[in-house]
């Protein structure tokens, strides 16, 4: 059994900052991939940040220069830091992961339970 548990979501003012956490636990062999979606209301799920196990990420057009993601890989842990936030970055985050729980099957993906980030003065 793998989970994906995240911390950090909230409230906070235009201009301000969040770190997201997500951090998987249980039976876990290896993780390639991890990153961070977020689905805005009405609009369906978009990635935000990706990193690969080999620290190369990928970034949306809309949170480059104010978010960054990374990794501690002793943690499996994922975090994304988020800046200078826009009311347009209203969403719930969600983080994934692509884990092999052993080295006998292949990599699936998992997923957070989601986290609210609300941009509002």
């Known amino acids: 059994q793998v989970q994906l548990v995240e911390s950090g979501g909230g409230l906070v003012q235009p201009g301000g900052s969040l770190r997201l956490s997500c951090a998987a636990s249980g039976t876990i062999f290896s993780i390639d991939a991890m990153g961070w979606y977020h689905r805005a209301p009405g609009k369906q799920r978009q990635l935000v940040a990706v990193?690969?196990?080999?620290?190369?990420?990928n970034y949306a057009d809309s949170v480059k220069g104010r978010f960054t993601i990374s990794r501690d890989n002793a943690k499996n842990t994922v975090y994304l830091q988020m800046h200078n936030l826009k009311p347009e970055d209203t969403a719930v985050y969600y983080c994934?992961?692509?884990?092999?729980?052993?080295?006998?099957?292949?990599?699936?993906?998992?997923w957070g339970q989601g986290s609210q980030v609300t941009v509002s003065s």
């Open positions: 990193i690969r196990s080999g620290g190369s990420t």
């Open positions: 994934a992961a692509v884990i092999a729980r052993s080295r006998y099957e292949s990599s699936l993906n998992y």
